[in-house]
């Protein structure tokens, strides 16, 4: 799950207990670590920490910081330093091919920001075991709220703040979505907005469940979800449970839903059933799943888009409007965007 704090956390890696990880260390800067996630996510990396100082500024200069029980004080040192991005992958011939990959990327980057704007872009390599890694980030995973009704909460934190909220129990285990990132939090937002009780609602690239557990907690009467990775699955659905969610009111598929005409006719592709359709994934992805995004939503059905970065919002924006959608509502954070759009009838 790329990971962000002061450190920051937002998405984690998909794990096998015991394995051996590449852990591979870059030098960045604040509008570095938004180009590094989208590159990464571009490229199917499932694994990120980002450990910027501008995150730690900001908390303290927040009048709400004071509700916390402090800062951690090795987070304060090295105040001036630069941002520092740590991304995760299995050592193993997949994650050896992600890393070649991504060699190229930085490379192409590099070339690219010749005024430097994305820092220095050198790269460290080491090897950790997973029992290392995987449990330090939750340290940095608190309770926080999202638009006017939903706390998110962890499973290993306790939740004591404002009455009426519901909280959505989340642990995202190796699977996207632990809602800190703006790709999630704008989702949620938009769905928090739009989501109405008696809904029907499907999830594509569902990662840990986040955005249709939240749904059914609005009201949604039913909801399916879908994820190319099969740990997402399983960790989707035991997200469900942790919030009491009754196995009838949901159902997870895995498999790849733009190549999969199968996968497409299980989830109901050209029944036009869904009231509400989340799609929280990447240009590219969004861009392969648009000729068939219609056949799932139900004439003046909502879409949700998220995870779009700032010089790909227009291009899939159009591709959306193309295929029979209208723009009702765009939010933006930091250098990403969230659509929500409506199907023409």
């Known amino acids: 799950m790329i990971k962000k704090t002061a450190k920051r956390v937002f998405l984690s890696g998909g794990a096998i207990n015991n394995m051996e990880w590449l852990e591979v260390s870059i030098e960045t800067t604040t509008l570095g670590t938004e180009v590094l996630t989208g590159l990464t996510l571009s490229l199917g990396i499932n694994g990120m920490v980002i450990d910027d100082p501008a995150d730690l500024e900001r908390y303290l200069a ?3 910081a004071a509700r916390w029980d402090g800062v951690d004080e090795a987070l304060l040192t090295g105040r001036d330093r630069g941002a520092q991005a740590r991304v995760y992958l299995p050592n193993d011939k997949q994650g050896l091919a992600r890393w070649a990959a991504l060699r190229r990327g930085l490379a192409r980057l590099r070339r690219e920001d010749g005024a430097g704007r994305y820092g ?4 460290t ?3 950790v075991r997973e029992e290392d890694w995987a449990n330090n980030w939750k340290a940095y995973f608190k309770p ?3 638009g006017e009704r939903l ?4 499973t290993w934190e306790t939740w004591a703040g404002e009455d009426g909220r519901l909280i959505l129990e989340i642990d995202p285990g190796s699977s996207f979505g632990t809602g800190q990132h703006h ?3 704008l989702c949620l937002e938009l769905l928090e907005k739009y989501s109405r009780p008696g809904q029907e609602v499907l999830d594509l690239g569902c990662g840990s469940g986040i955005l249709f557990i939240a749904a059914l907690l609005l009201g949604a009467k039913r909801a399916v979800g879908a994820d190319i990775e099969e740990n997402a699955g399983k960790t989707a659905a035991d997200n469900a449970l942790l919030n009491h969610l009754p196995q009838s009111r949901f159902a997870v598929y895995t498999g790849d839903v733009a190549a999969d005409e199968a996968l497409r006719r299980r989830l109901g592709w050209g029944g036009e059933w869904a009231d509400l359709l989340l799609v929280n994934i990447v240009a ?3 861009l392969a799943l648009t000729p068939y995004l219609a056949g799932f939503l139900r004439p ?8 779009l970065i700032e010089d790909r919002a227009p291009e899939v924006l159009a591709a959306l409007e193309g295929a029979g959608f209208s723009l009702i509502e765009r939010r933006r954070g930091e250098d990403w965007h969230a659509l929500a759009l409506r199907r023409r009838q």
């Open 284 to 286: 590219d992805v969004i």
């Open 183 to 185: 790709t999630t939090r």
């Open 125 to 127: 390599l080491a090897t």
């Open 62 to 64: 927040d009048p709400r």
């Open 300 to 307: 003046a059905g909502c879409l949700l888009v998220s995870g």
């Open 120 to 123: 220095a872009l050198a790269w």
């Open 151 to 154: 706390v998110v909460k962890p």
């Open 144 to 146: 926080f709220t999202i």
